[in-house]
């Protein structure tokens, strides 16, 4: 016998976005709402100024720019459009199908005693 495990979430479900820094060392991370209507996504790290994102000339304005940051942007506005609470035109529920993810054992107070 076979079984299947799937999670779906709908458009509604999804709080934000997060980032985590790449660096090893320092892994912080950042959260933005898909509510907040422009969010100031960062092309590196708060903590300890990694790259988070490639730059490259945006060809109107030649300022320095991330393709994949106004991608993020695009998400978060798509996503708030597909709440279908909010929308008379959508019959069906709409979601979307995450990866399950098996947990990180976690580790217990006795583990670190000799």
Same mark, same amino acid.
Request: charged share 25%.
């Given at each position: 016998?076979? /079984?299947? /495990?799937?999670?779906?979430?709908?458009? /509604?479900?999804?709080?934000?976005?997060?980032?985590? +820094?790449?660096?090893?060392? +320092?892994?912080? =991370?950042?959260?933005?709402?898909?509510?907040?209507?422009?969010?100031?996504?960062?092309?590196? +790290?708060?903590?300890?100024?990694?790259?988070?994102? &490639?730059?490259?000339?945006?060809? =109107? /304005?030649? &300022?320095?720019?991330?393709?994949?940051?106004?991608?993020?942007?695009?998400?978060? =506005?798509?996503?708030?459009?597909? #709440?279908?609470?909010? =929308?008379?035109?959508?019959?069906?529920?709409?979601?979307?199908?995450? &990866?399950?993810?098996?947990?990180?054992?976690?580790?217990?107070?006795? #583990?670190?005693?000799?």
């Amino acid at each position: 016998m076979t /079984s299947e /495990s799937r999670t779906l979430i709908e458009a /509604s479900d999804v709080l934000g976005i997060d980032l985590e +820094c790449p660096n090893q060392k +320092c892994k912080a =991370r950042a959260f933005y709402p898909i509510r907040n209507s422009e969010p100031k996504i960062p092309f590196a +790290c708060h903590s300890c100024n990694a790259d988070w994102f &490639a730059l490259a000339p945006d060809p =109107r /304005s030649g &300022a320095a720019a991330s393709k994949a940051i106004e991608q993020i942007k695009v998400l978060m =506005r798509h996503l708030i459009l597909l #709440d279908t609470a909010n =929308r008379s035109d959508i019959y069906a529920k709409v979601r979307l199908q995450v &990866a399950h993810v098996q947990p990180s054992p976690v580790g217990h107070a006795d #583990d670190d005693k000799d």
